[in-house]
C-alpha cells in the first residue's frame, strides 16, 4: 500500500497557473505508474494526466493537452502537474492516484488504486 499527499491547490484566475504536488510514502514509488484524476461538483471522478514508471511516458486527457505537464522524481517519491493556461472548467478536486499494475500506464480510474485526499482547484473567470 502507498499512502499519498497532494498539495499546491487553491485559487486562480483564468489564464493562470498552479502547481500541484504529491508526495509518496510506503509501497515502492519508483516501480509504479502514477497519475492526476479530477472530479467536478456533481461529476464523476475523471483522468486527467499519468506518467510511466521511468518518466518516459506520458498521457494526456484531451482537455488538458498542451497545457498541462505531469513530472515525477523517483529520489525523491514526488509527482507533480504544472497546470498552465486554467480555465473555469478546470475547477474541481484534484487527486493524485499510483498505479495497480507496474507495466500498465492507463486513463481509466480503475488503472488507480491507491489515491490521495484531493486538493481543490479553483479558477475563476
Known amino acids: 500500500q502507498v499512502q499519498l499527499v497532494e498539495s499546491g491547490g487553491g485559487l486562480v484566475q483564468a489564464g493562470g497557473s498552479l502547481r500541484l504536488s504529491c508526495v509518496a510514502s510506503?509501497?515502492?514509488?519508483?516501480?509504479?505508474?502514477m497519475g492526476w484524476l479530477r472530479q467536478a461538483p456533481g461529476k464523476e471522478r475523471d483522468f486527467v494526466a499519468a506518467i510511466s514508471w521511468s518518466g518516459l511516458r506520458t498521457l494526456y486527457a484531451d482537455s488538458v493537452k498542451g497545457r498541462f505537464t505531469i513530472s515525477r522524481d523517483n529520489a525523491k517519491n514526488t509527482v507533480t502537474l504544472q497546470m498552465n493556461s486554467l480555465k473555469p472548467e478546470d475547477t474541481a478536486v484534484y487527486y493524485c492516484?499510483?498505479?495497480?499494475?507496474?507495466?500498465?500506464?492507463?486513463?481509466?480510474?480503475?488503472?488507480?488504486?491507491?489515491w490521495g485526499q484531493g486538493t481543490q482547484v479553483t479558477v475563476s473567470s
Open positions: 510506503g509501497r515502492t514509488f519508483s516501480s509504479y505508474p
Open positions: 492516484a499510483a498505479g495497480l499494475r507496474p507495466d500498465k500506464l492507463g486513463l481509466s480510474t480503475a488503472d488507480f488504486g491507491s
